[in-house]
């Protein structure tokens, strides 16, 4: 595939976005992605290690896995993103079906094995426009049946 045409074309600096996981071969897959496309990517292989940096580390975006050894799975990292920086959206990812009052605080879930493709366009959504417009991230399909994003 031509990455070329798929780069971000902006002249302003790149979005930082944290990608979470403890299987290192999806995390690195979906961060060579993200750096491909022109955004900034830092990585943690768990949730502590994840709120250590975001300590020190501003980022414009936060994916995560569900279930990930330590103190912090990804619903109690989202959580925290939302509590420590609103305006951070956090994109969940689990090869479980997660509880759906987790899914109200996150603002995107994917099912692994992750479409990368799908999630990269989830990415610029959220990152470009302030949110994702209809897309339902674990289908790809635009509108029809709610489930990516339900508000409540």
Excluded: W
């Amino acid at each position: 595939m031509n990455t070329s045409s798929r780069a971000r074309t902006t002249s302003a600096p790149p979005a930082f976005i944290l990608v979470v996981d403890d299987e290192y071969l999806g995390r690195v897959v979906i961060s060579d992605e993200l750096l491909e496309l022109g955004y900034a990517v830092l990585e943690a292989a768990s949730g502590d290690e994840a709120a250590e940096m975001l300590d020190v580390c501003p980022v414009d975006l936060v994916i995560t896995d569900l279930r990930m050894p330590g103190g912090l799975d990804g619903g109690k990292l989202a959580d925290l993103v939302a509590e420590a920086f609103p305006a951070v959206p956090v994109v969940l990812m689990s090869a479980d079906k997660p509880d759906p009052e987790v899914l109200k605080r996150v603002d995107g879930f994917f099912a692994k094995p992750v479409p990368v493709a799908k999630l990269c366009a989830e990415v610029a959504s959220l990152l470009d426009s302030g949110g994702c417009e209809g897309i339902d991230a674990v289908s790809g399909a635009s509108g029809g049946e709610p489930g990516l994003h339900e508000q409540g």
